[in-house]
């Protein structure tokens, strides 16, 4: 029995990229149009963007079947040029002038929703734990707690962002505890790989991320978690700044 959850989670995984990567089409869009873009502007943008993100993941599944990131006894771990990319790009996004303009057409319930793909994620993390390819403490019955933003992500966004109610601050707290569960997996899923930063002795060590699909999990879902809770925190910032001709669009 233990042997279908490894495919299943595989699978699951496949659907969730296609899923986010169609997500991120239309929300692209539609705050494209908010933006001033035309139709077929908004349209080709949107889809030039999921192209990106396609040609990335492709990247980073190639490698790992070449079996690029199954070293660990280097420094840095191999495994961190499938993250540090994606995060280079969102800060560079964050300060960029531009995309700050644009991210005040984006509907913050858009940002806050999409962490809801997260409860996925806790799921295949926990069928690769009982699959017996998933160490014990990356599961939400060990040592992650991600699933809570997950599971709270579309409450949050309906009671943040009420018409005639905006609560900011309350946002912004939501989404510094997003960040701070989600720096704390990352640690976590470091602390028990087989390299020399393993703490985590119990078996089997975190080495399955190096492998695909799996290695979209940090490089594909956790840089898109850090990256939307970042663009949260910082549109809100944006609506303080300029709350007089801040249009809050649903």
Known sequence: MSSLYVPLTQILIILLVVAM???????????????????????????????????????????AKFGFFQNF?????????????SVALTIFLLFSKPFGRFLKTVPPTWLVYIQSFRIVVEII?????????????MTFEGFNYDIVVGLTALLAGSIFFRKNRFRRF???????????????????????TPSVFRVFMNEPANEI??????????????PYAFAMHLFSLKQLILIRENERTFTLKK
């Open 21 to 63: 990567l169609w997500i991120t089409q239309v929300g692209f869009y539609r705050a494209l149009l908010n933006y001033g873009k035309t139709i077929s502007q908004s349209r080709k943008i949107s889809w030039y963007i999921v192209l990106g993100l396609f040609l990335w993941l492709s990247i980073i599944a190639a490698t």
């Open 125 to 137: 993390l926990w069928l690769g734990f009982l699959g017996k390819i998933v160490p014990f403490q």
């Open 209 to 222: 991320i190096a492998y695909f699909p799996y290695i979209w999990i940090p490089g594909f879902f956790v």
């Open 170 to 192: 309350e946002a912004i707290l939501w989404n510094v505890f997003g960040l701070a569960l989600l720096v704390n997996i990352v640690v976590v899923s470091i602390l028990s």
């Open 73 to 85: 006894d280097v420094l840095p771990p191999r495994i961190f040029f499938a993250v540090i990319p």
